[in-house]
Every structure is written in C-alpha cells, then in structure tokens.
C-alpha cells in the first residue's frame, strides 16, 4: 500500500530523517519508535504532506505521492492525526468529525468539467433533497464513530472542543481521520499525556481497527502498546533507521537496547 524509499529531510546541518525506506501492506500495523528527536514525527509529516523531502520517494497504491500536498492526500485515502492535537477550538465535537466526512464526499463527488465553485454551489441548492440526505447520513456516520470511544464523547457532540479535555480532544482528532474512512491511518503518539486507563482505551480502538483492516502507521511511546498491536516495527535514531522486524526481534535488538532504552531509562539495560 505504503513504499517509502530512501527518504531524506535536512534542516541546517540536520539530517532529520536519513535514508529510511519502509513498506507497508494493506491491513499492516507497523509502529515507529525512537527517541525523542529521532525524526518520527518529520517522517510522518513527509508521508502526509505537511513537509517535502529533500531525496527519495513515496508510493502510495502505486501512484508517486511525493510532495503532494496534505489535502490531497487525504482526499485519496491517507489520514493522519498531530502529536499535540489538532482540532477547531470554536466547533463543536460534531463539527469536527464532520470535516472528516465532508472532505470524503466532496473527493467522491463527479466534477463537473468547466463548472467552478459558484456553480458548484448553485448546484448543491437546487438538489436540496439530496444534500440534506447525505448530511443526515454524515451526522449518523459520526455519531458511530464517536460510539467507539464510549461515554467519552457521546454526550458531548455539541460542546466545543476548547471545553473539552486535552485526552477528549485528542479522541476527536482520531475521530476526525476516521471519519475520512482512510485507506491507511497515521497516528502520530496518539496516548501522549494520557493515564493509563486512557491509554488502554486507545489501545483497545486501535486493535478493533486493525482487526477490522485498517492498514495504521503508529507513532508510540509506550512501547507495551507497540509489542502487543504491531505486524513490525521500525526504529529510529537520529535520523536513521536502526532496526526493523517483529516486534520481539526487535525489541531483542542489542542495538535497539543501546540506543533506545539506553537514551530513555536509567533502568538496568543502559546500565
Ligand atoms: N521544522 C524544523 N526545523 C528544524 N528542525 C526540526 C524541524 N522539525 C524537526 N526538527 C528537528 O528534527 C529532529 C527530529 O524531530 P522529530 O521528527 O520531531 O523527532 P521525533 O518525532 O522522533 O521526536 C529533531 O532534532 C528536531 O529538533
Ligand atoms: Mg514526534
């Protein structure tokens, strides 16, 4: 689904990420670990369009993806979520994740070739009918997506997401990329600053998503959650790929223990 070859993001004399190369497959989970800095999140942001790589390329369903920009991209299927939440303060938990649906359905929607915006418009009001049918269908669609998350959200469809908690704005954001119905989801740390019961609870809608086939790139922390959903892993350092494999080859990995446990715990590996 996913091949991203020989990728490559310099700032200054940084080599943010240098030379990864990855594939996934369709209904693959494969998570990126590292320590803080190692270039996770540039490399996400180069996948979905929010940065351009310097070298190398990304493949997405055989098309050359490179450099093309975050709204198309998630027009054609590749969704993604903010390490530090991203969502519009002033609209409600609805509106939010109907953002997601509406960028679907206008994707879907036949251009009409030669028509511009303002006939584009003039079009949605003389088929009303239709309009208020599949908003109706959008709002429904929401509401069972919010449903994953329980009690956390339901009763708060209509409250703005600034009142909202920040573990209550982050489920909105993963909502929101649900609601694209993404081919393949990109997750970047999406249990940052979350308890542990919360954690779980994110662990528990990530594994029912991948049971169901989603094909999810995973950015993760708490590496408990990275062993128990991965297909593979790959580790990054400084920019570079270290490891990749299954999850216990890699967690195994001397390397892997030097580099990773070593830059993030006292603990008796770094030792
Ligand atoms: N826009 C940027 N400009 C300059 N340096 C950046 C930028 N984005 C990230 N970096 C640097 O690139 C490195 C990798 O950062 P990042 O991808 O955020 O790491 P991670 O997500 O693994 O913690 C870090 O040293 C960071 O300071
Ligand atoms: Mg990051």
């Not at 080599?15 to 670990?33: F, K, P, Q, R």
């Not at 509401?143 to 573990?167: K, N, T």
């Not at 528990?204 to 128990?228: C, D, F, N, Y």
């Amino acid at each position: 689904m996913l091949a991203i070859s020989n990728l490559q993001r310099r700032f200054g004399g940084l080599l943010a990420v240098n030379d990864i190369t990855l594939g996934i497959g369709a209904g693959e989970l494969v998570s990126v670990i590292g320590p803080n800095g190692a270039g996770k999140t540039t490399l996400f942001n180069l996948v979905s369009g929010i940065d351009r790589p310097d070298a190398g390329r990304v493949v997405f369903e055989g098309a050359d993806i490179t450099g093309m920009a975050a709204q198309r991209l998630a027009e054609i299927g590749l969704a993604r979520t903010f390490q530090h939440g991203r969502v519009f303060a002033n609209l409600s938990v609805m509106d939010n994740v109907l953002i997601g649906g509406h960028v679907r359905l206008r994707a879907a929607r036949p251009r009409v070739p030669g028509l511009g915006a303002l006939a584009e418009l003039l079009l949605a009001v003389i088929r009303p009918s239709a309009v208020r049918g599949e908003e109706a269908a959008l709002r429904d669609e929401v509401r069972d997506i919010v449903a994953m998350f329980g009690d956390r959200l339901l009763p708060r469809l209509d409250h703005p997401a600034h009142s909202l908690s920040y573990a209550n704005r982050r489920r909105v954001e993963i909502a929101r990329a649900l609601a694209l119905r993404p081919k393949l989801l990109l997750l970047d740390e999406p249990t940052a600053g979350m308890n542990e019961t919360e954690t779980t609870e994110i662990q528990e809608i990530v594994a029912s998503l991948k049971a169901r086939g989603q094909t999810i790139l995973l950015i993760e922390h708490k590496l408990g959650m990275v062993m128990r959903l991965s297909d593979r892993v790959l580790v990054m350092d400084g920019g570079r790929a270290i490891a990749e494999g299954k999850p216990q080859e890699v967690r195994n990995n001397p390397a892997v223990i030097e580099a990773y446990l070593g830059h993030q715990s006292t603990g008796q590996e770094a030792a």
